[in-house]
Nanobody
Framework: QAQLEESGGGLVQAGGSLRLSCAASLRVFRNNAMGWFRRAPGKEREFIAAISWSGESLWYTDSVKGRFTISRDNTKRTGYLQMNNLKPEDTAVYYC??????????????WGQGTQVTVSS
């Protein structure tokens, strides 16, 4: 059984919105920070957003700042990435990942399988 499982990807027109979810097992969620990454065709994996275990510390890469919102519900063991005003350049496979500890800084040990997001122009 997958430890992390993303859902919510799909095809959307430019300017539209999607909300990605990341359901996690207890082992890889409790006391773990969470990050979202993406890999566009022909490009390297990109770290785009992160949230600490407590939810008090957030981080976004510049290209998604103001458009994407990361959050988590620790009672449901689920993380979220709300994506608004999507652009064709946001097209990628999106992955959630977790790392042990409060801080989102550092290497991520646990990974989901990814969900495809395609934004048409």
């Amino acid at each position: 059984q997958a430890q992390l499982e993303e859902s919510g990807g799909g095809l959307v027109q430019a300017g539209g919105s999607l909300r990605l979810s990341c359901a996690a097992s207890l082992r890889v969620f409790r006391n773990n920070a969470m990050g979202w990454f993406r890999r566009a065709p022909g490009k390297e994996r990109e770290f785009i957003a992160a949230i600490s275990w407590s939810g008090e510390s957030l981080w976004y890469t510049d290209s998604v700042k103001g458009r994407f919102t990361i959050s988590r519900d620790n009672t449901k063991r689920t993380g979220y990435l709300q994506m608004n005003n999507l652009k064709p350049e946001d097209t990628a496979v999106y992955y959630c990942a977790t790392r042990d500890g409060e801080s989102w800084r550092g290497l991520y040990e646990n990974w989901g399988q990814g969900t495809q997001v395609t934004v048409s122009s």
